[in-house]
């Protein structure tokens, strides 16, 4: 059930251990993250590039799924790979676009009417319109006394 706008949406991340965050947002299970393995850090955690791709894809299927609703469209299948490539740019490293391929199946007759709905859930997508966004950084930094 949908609940009166503006909704609030917060994280908590702390430091767990070498190159390792910890992500709680409760009630859910806590998820690790660190670096992707080409810079250093383990195989075995979920990476901030990976988690963001999982926000992107996961946010065009819910779309696509309240667009379907509304439509009365039954999609009997739904996935997605989402990609990105990192590299280096003019401003150090940075992920230079995102790719979305999305297999749907429906009925006999709908493929069009998912087309168009696939299109409408792109150009609706919160994560796809927020990675235009500028990011806000508010910082406290504290000294934690004298360095030995």
């Known amino acids: 059930m949908m609940t009166p706008f503006p909704h609030q949406y917060e994280i908590t991340?702390?430091?767990?251990?070498?190159?390792?965050?910890?992500?709680?947002?409760?009630?859910?299970?806590?998820?690790?993250?660190a670096p992707p393995p080409e810079l250093g850090g383990p195989d075995d955690r979920w990476?901030?590039?990976?988690?963001?791709?999982?926000?992107?894809?996961?946010?065009?299927?819910?779309?696509f799924q309240a667009l379907a609703?509304?439509?009365?469209?039954?999609?009997?299948?739904?996935?997605?790979?989402?990609?990105a490539r990192l590299d280096r740019g003019s401003q150090g490293l940075e992920l230079s676009g995102f790719r979305l391929e999305v297999n749907v199946t429906v009925p006999d007759g709908d493929v069009?009417?998912?087309?168009?709905?696939?299109?409408?859930?792109?150009?609706?997508?919160v994560v796809a319109n927020a990675l235009r966004l500028p990011v806000e950084?508010?910082?406290?930094?504290?000294?934690?006394?004298?360095?030995?």
């Not at 251990?17 to 690790?32: C, K, M, N, Y």
């Not at 990476?47 to 779309?63: I, N, Y």
């Open 13 to 33: 991340l702390s430091h767990v251990g070498p190159s390792t965050g910890e992500v709680d947002a409760p009630p859910r299970p806590p998820l690790f993250t």
């Open 47 to 63: 990476s901030p590039e990976q988690l963001l791709l999982s926000a992107l894809a996961g946010c065009l299927l819910a779309t």
């Open 69 to 83: 609703a509304r439509d009365h469209l039954v999609a009997t299948a739904w996935t997605a790979h989402a990609s």
């Open 112 to 125: 069009a009417r998912a087309e168009g709905l696939l299109a409408r859930a792109k150009r609706h997508c």
């Open 137 to 148: 950084l508010v910082a406290t930094v504290v000294s934690a006394g004298p360095r030995h």
